[in-house]
Every structure is written in C-alpha cells, then in structure tokens.
C-alpha cells in the first residue's frame, strides 16, 4: 500500500514561537527585519515546504509573547516575499471581525496575481477582547456571533473572486474591446451583517479561489472550516485525541457535500531537532529555564482565557469557566491537566514552550518516527512546524528531517505544480456562481 503523502506548513512567529527563544546567542530578533524574513521563505521553499504562515494581533501587550509585537502587517509582508520566492504558498492572517470583505477579498486576490497564484488566507475572529478598542467597530461579539459574522464574511469574500469569470480581460486592440462585461458579475449581496454590491475591480485570481486557511477548532470553528476551508490549523497535544478530532472533523466535511481528502488537517509541532536525544533535551530545558514569568502567565492567560497567576504554581488547574477567547486551546489543554493530574506549572511549561502546540524533541529520525505515524495513522494530513527560534531550528528541519521524510516515502521530492492549491493536491478552478447556475 502507498504511503499518505503529508503537507508542511511554517507559522514564522519572529523571534520565535517559544516564548524565551530570542534570548539564544544564535537566534534572530525583529519581526520587522525583511532580510530575515525572505531568508526563512527562501529556506522554507529550499525544503519544497507548502506554505509559510503569519500570524498577526491587533494590539501592542508588552507582557504577552514578543511575537506578538514588533511585527509586519501580513498581508504586505507576503507581498513582498512574492517577489523573492518562486513556489513556495504564501498565507497571511486577516480577522474578520475587524476588516472589510470587500478589502480582504481585494487584497489577497492581488496577492495571488503578484505571486503567480500561491496566495492564501487565515480566516480569524480574533481572541483578544482589548483589540476592539484599535477600531470603530464597538463592542467585542461574543464567541459564537463572531463566527456567525466570519460565515457571512467568507461568503462574501468567495461570491467576489467568483465575480469575473475567465476570459472577461479580452483586450482585443483591433476590436478596440477592453473587457467583456457579459462575464464580470456584480454580487449584489444584502446579509445580516453586510452589504456588498461588487465585483472586483481585477481579474479573477489565478487559483481561481486563493486557498482558504482557518485557525479556530471550536464548535462554531469546525462548522466554518468544514464548509469553507482548505487548510484548518488546530492545536492537537496527544495521538489518540488527534485521531478522534480528524475523524469527527472529516465527518463534518462530508456533511457539507465536499471531498474530505480536499480539506487538509494541520496541527501544530514545535520541533527541537538536535544531533541526539539529550542535545534536543537541552535546547529546550535551557529555554525554559530562561522564561520570564510574567511574559509565561499572559501567554497562559490567553490560552485559557483567565488569569490564572493568583494560583498556586504546584496546585492543581483550576475550575474554569468557558471565555470570550480562544476556546478550543483551553478545552484541549484543561482536559489533559484533569486527565493527567497536572499542575498549574505542568501548563505554565507546555504554553511556554510552544504556545500550547504539540512539542517533540529528538533526532532528526526520531521527528520523523512521530510524524510518519501520526500521518499513517489519521491523526494529521500534515503539520504546521512551530520552529522555537530562527534560523537555525527550521535550517535544521530542512536539512535533516525533510531529507528523512522524503526518503521514506512520506514528503515530496520536488514542487509538482507553480499553485499552493497544487502543493495541497487542491489544484482546479472552480467558480460556485457556475456550480450553483448548473446544479
């Protein structure tokens, strides 16, 4: 039987997703240091990687974790990385309870055409109540309404890169014909909370629909993700639990009539990759040691949604009620402290060392044991890597443990396609006003 090909993607936090990785003499610092950042695109498409991922926040938090300061507004950063890689995906985070769908729809689509169609886009709500006070938007919506809006948002943005059909750009100098207006389509849209008339002022964009990512793994997430995305980034701590959420996930998608095998599961893995077992130990026994409390208790706060730094460190986890914030990272990191008895400080560490992902540490051969069977074994399609600091971590990867994958048979050789939907295997226009016209 052939093996399951997985997918990699790299969530490129600067200066790293472990909260003390910058502190490191070898790791880079500045999120806005563009040199860095076409380095670790450039390493990233060297290893034939599917995407790079950023991130983004709303809001200056000192305390937080310093990625989240200092850092480029994503969709311009992709943009300028288009211009120094040739395949590798390109996907920027956009929340939709603070933006418009007729910009986001706008920009990434341009994203698409500058790169030669390896654009995507990270569908957020947005987790932190305090960003609301950034924009003219009022209050903060509640969990559930805030995807209510996304669903209503990705609709509208999906109706706009559907307005032009192929073939409208006709420029046709001796006809003196610029456009062929019978296939550009206004959308015309009236909804609960928008009202949009398009289309675009651009052609459609070479993916035909960019690819759409989505980060939230809650009820009102998954049910998003199962009817509209391609990519969904969830946080999976353990084996087992990662198989029952890709079974109950790709049930969900068949629900909504699509290719389960379309839409592909990406959790994330912080890898400390080391020449031994013990050298990978250390790299990351040395960043713990280095975390600063405060900065460890707002990243854990935020996780679960409470602060929690009135507790004692050695006591147990305590009872805490569901948030306005992330809720599928709390429900996942408190269900393990119950299950496993652990303290306060047990979590503290886990957030720290890699925001509340997956951690492995090993060989470059060990790395791969853990991703071949988690991929073998249908708990993942692939995996989202979470490097704890840069370059050197994700330099490693692709040395080491891409080289390793490729020979088992489990990890590409070489792009197949110049598309990010080719990377996915998702590669096919398709244009929903033509499917639902037909149907």
């Excluded at 924009?135 to 903060?140: A, E, I, L, V």
């Excluded at 192929?166 to 001796?174: I, R, S, Y």
């Excluded at 980034?233 to 389960?260: C, I, N, P």
């Excluded at 020449?275 to 679960?304: I, K, W």
Aim: one cysteine or more.
């Amino acid at each position: 039987m052939s093996k399951r090909m997985m997918h990699l993607g790299v969530y490129v936090q600067i200066p790293g997703n472990h909260i003390s990785g910058w502190r490191r003499d070898d790791a880079a610092v500045g999120g806005t240091n563009l040199p860095l950042l076409q380095g670790i695109a450039r390493t990233a498409e060297k290893g034939h990687l599917d995407f790079i991922f950023f991130a983004d926040s709303y809001g200056y938090r000192p305390d937080g974790h310093p990625a989240m300061n200092a850092r480029f507004e994503p969709t311009t950063l992709i943009s300028a990385l288009a211009m120094s890689t040739s395949h590798v995906g390109l996907a920027a985070t956009v929340c939709t309870t603070y933006s418009e769908p007729f910009t986001v729809a706008r920009a990434v689509a341009s994203v698409d055409h500058l790169s030669g169609g390896r654009a995507a886009w990270n569908v957020v709500t947005g987790s932190v109540a305090a960003d609301a006070g950034n924009f003219n938007k009022g209050s903060y919506p509640e969990h559930d309404q805030r995807y209510e809006i996304a669903e209503e948002f990705v609709d509208v943005v999906r109706g706009l890169w559907d307005g032009w059909e192929e073939g409208a750009l006709v420029a046709d100098k001796a006809s003196g014909q610029y456009l062929d207006t019978t296939r550009i389509h206004p959308l015309n849209h009236s909804g609960r909370f928008y009202s949009v008339r398009g289309p675009l002022n651009m052609p459609r964009p070479p993916q035909g629909n960019p690819v759409i990512i989505q980060a939230g793994s809650s009820g009102p997430g998954q049910a998003l993700a199962a009817r509209t995305a391609d990519v969904i980034f969830t946080a999976q701590l353990e084996k087992a639990a990662a198989q029952q959420f890709y079974a109950g996930f790709k049930s969900r998608v068949r629900e909504f009539g699509r290719d389960a095998d379309n839409v592909k599961l990406l959790p994330g893995l912080v890898p400390y990759v080391g020449r031994t077992r013990q050298e990978a130990r250390d790299q990351l026994a040395a960043l713990q040691d280095q975390a600063e409390p405060s900065q460890a208790f707002a990243v854990l706060a935020h996780r679960l949604g409470h602060d929690v730094s009135g507790y004692p460190l050695d006591g147990p986890v305590p009872d805490l009620p569901k948030s306005n914030g992330l809720q599928y990272n709390a429900t996942v990191l408190l269900q393990m402290a119950r299950r496993d008895g652990l303290t306060l400080r047990d979590l503290y560490h886990l957030v720290v060392s890699g925001t509340g992902m997956n951690v492995v540490c090993g060989t470059p051969s060990d790395i791969a044991d853990l991703m071949e069977e988690w991929v073998t074994e249908r708990a993942a399609d692939g995996f989202i890597l979470m490097p704890p600091w840069y370059p050197g971590p994700l330099e490693m990867f692709v040395a080491e443990v891409v080289p390793e994958l490729t020979r088992r048979g489990l990890f590409r050789a070489d792009y197949n396609g110049p598309t990010l939907r080719h990377h996915l295997g998702i590669a096919g226009k398709f244009d929903r006003r033509e499917l639902a016209a037909n149907s």
